[in-house]
């Protein structure tokens, strides 16, 4: 095997015929096929060709001089529904690892191609490599990735901060409380304090088995195949509010009328009924399109129901920065939530339930057979824990908690709607 | 524990509910007196009403629309 | 038993009379108001209506547009249920009648669905259903009832079709000119070879429609809300049952106030006690049925109840609206179980206030089902957890709600100008003014 140089040439640099020539001269396959195949591994990397295409580009010539064609990139040609894109915009699936461009070269040896692959932009894949792969073997293991939290509720303060930046993020509407906080205590009498009450937040569970994908007569509201979000395509949803009442945790929030963002509130509680307050413009500063081509991010249109997305439009935006991050993380002051592939055991889930073994794992309402994708550590709510306000309302950072009480509030002193 | 069965619908649609109307057919066609004509103008009734109600609903939906700009 | 004449089958048909324009000019201007609301509603959004997110939103999701919706699937089982136990359990009793229930069956379809597109955030959208309905249907209990509301429809329409060519055809020559083409469309390709087989399809049709009451307004239904199983309230196998008898009474109180009706317009005197007291007694029947599954529901509800459970049977229980419905229930299944004992206590005017009651009791239980449900959503920690709801309907919802009924009116108006009310018995022998070669 020759000594190969720290940055090997590409397709495109002075050296690559020679390369390719060195490396595969070793090998008895074709060497012009492990060429163009490597040539067109590149530009998978670089988002400029599909796994999809370069499967089928491929198939008869690797059958003839291989005899079989055992490619990973097979899985790519497979369709599953909708959320199946086969046509990745860029780099962002976990399995579109240094390894997978490996295999996808056919022949070319082990060595060899790992120091060609070296070269593979590795943008979005800034995650640990997933479990069985540390020791450097080429596996076939599906790691099917489920994002989800591991909440803290010891480190929760009811600060609502979670609940305030998921608004600011997602434009959501007065009373759409995408991640709400419960506060509870034992003793509602008693002023809230750390000893007898507790707060955790309550986003969309992003369930395994989602009653509410299972009730939707559009096939609006659907589970994405690669990680796992439950998301809803504002496009073809109605409005029947069906997924709504299936739901058990409440994680729905109908847009009812005109979306009433934060942005247009004033100082204070808004009213948020007037038609001529309500914008024109789209106030949602991200893209709306998740990467399988529907219109699932942020706050819905009228008419259309919402719910937590996981922050998609982070997860599909190709930014390594924002991708496994969602907002309510990020604003947390002290850490509590923990989003990212609950599979994973090398991500920021199972990395928090290793440093606090000590707590109580639990998941909400269990029974219910959905299978949530929120792990909760430490106090629950018991049976009888009734709601309390905490030290922070949700009033005092301008925004309203109980929507149903500010329209009842809009009626008794108005009168009726003036639209 | 998570849910085993839902996809159930086929089922209960096909198999279970449609039973009457497959008798029905079958009553149609095999009772007698054996009169095809007349089966033809009930299964036109039927594929027609059918058919007439999906384009009801697409123009429907369509002039809902227009109220609701 | 009272034979209909010609004469009298078609004179609704012919010149508008006082009453008829009364009718459908007090109707009309009610649909005109309901058009407004309706129009401002589409234009606001549902935001116009007292409805609300359940949980942290306080309010509920479904209230009285699907409780209607429910309400008048349960109606238009009856009319056809009547009209088919005519042919299929020879129920001759009810042949005067069979056509109008049947109309009202139609009727009451499309209202189902009116209420449907009442409750849509996107009704423009509505297509929507339909083109992803292969999928849908292997999993949503909405794209169940899309289908067989559908289908109940088409095979109600087909039914009223089928029956109705052998009379258009024999009052052919004896219809107002401007009915002629529409008729004609009707009776296409008909000749009276085709009773016989017609006839036979018919008892077919009948059959399957009596056989598709529980599974449709006894099944797919009470399947929207009884597969839920996070929603307490109506999570079980009594939903469909219980259902079942509540659409079915409110279903034989509406033919009997429909019968009632048009005796009243048009002096049909063929509406006669035979049918009333023939009425009477499946109304007693159902009646009680309602009430025994009220009881069961009950009892569960209090005795060694979960306290979830519990809490919700307490609120239900302790409603004005549901004593009321109860009270007045119960008053009318006695007048009922009276008027079968001693039949000269039947007055049809009393019969129809207490239909009217029976079937206002039996709308305010399904309203109530649906909002309690969602008032006590679903289980601890959460039920605590989450402020509880509330649900004061707006005007707008009471005016389309309304509306639809005032819709129903003008429908039953329009349809006595279209086509013959009453079956022309073809057989009858003593009917001296039924002419033309068609009849034997």
Known sequence: ?????????????????????????????????????????????????????FHERYTDAVEAEFGVDERPTKSALETRGPERDPLPKVPDDREQTRRNVLKALGGVTAAGAASLAGCVDDTGDSDPPAQGDDDGIIDDIPHETQLGMVIDTDRCIACLQCSEACKQENKTSQGAHWTYVFRWSQDPEADYDDEHDDSMTRPCQHCTDPSCTYVCPTEARFKRDDDGVVLTDYDLCIGCRYCQVACPYGVNYFQWGEPDPPEMADDGIRDSLHKEEAFENDHFEHDRTSRNDRTVAGHPPEGVMGKCTFCVHRQDSGDPDLEGTTACEQACPVDAIHFGDINNPNDDPQQHLEERPDLDRTQLLEETGNDPNIIYVGPQPSRNAQPVQGPQSYENLGMTEHRREAIDDRFTQEGETDD | MTHAVTYIGVYVIFGIVLLPVYAMIGGWLLGKPRDFKTVGIGLASVFGLIAAMVVAVWIGGQLIGLLMA | MTEATADEILEPMGRPSGKWLAVVGVSGLGLLWFLYAWIVQLRSGLIVTGLGDWGSGGGISWGLYIGTFVWWIGIAHGGIAISAA??????????????????????ALMMAATNIVFDLGRPDRLFNTLINWPQTVTHSPLAWDIAVVTLYLVLSVTYLVLTLRPDLHAVRDRVPRYLRPFHRVLTLGYTPDEDEKAEQMAWWLAVTVLALVPLLSGGVVPWLFGLIGTQPGWYGAMTGPSMLAESLTTAIAMVIIVAAAFRYAYDWDFIDEDVFIGLVKVLAFLALATLWMLLHDTLSGVYLAPTAVEALTFALIEMPLFQIALGGLVVSTLYLIAVILRPQLLHVGVLTVVSVVVSFSIFSKKLIFVVEGLLHPTSPPLTNLYLEGSYSPTWIEWTLVLGSIVLAVFMFAIATKLIPMVEIDSEQPTNTTTPTEGNQ
Request: charged share 35%; proline share 8%.
């Open chain 3, 86 to 107: 005519v042919r299929v359990f020879k129920a001759e009793q009810f042949e005067p009648i069979a056509r109008i229930a049947e109309v009202l069956t139609v009727v």
């Open chain 1, 1 to 53: 095997m020759e000594q190969l140089p720290e940055t090997p040439p590409g397709p495109d640099d002075p050296g690559w015929d020679e390369r390719v020539a060195g490396t595969l001269e070793e090998v008895d396959f074709d060497t012009d096929l492990g060429k163009r195949m490597a040539e067109d591994a590149f530009r998978i990397a670089d988002g400029e060709l599909s796994k999809a295409e």
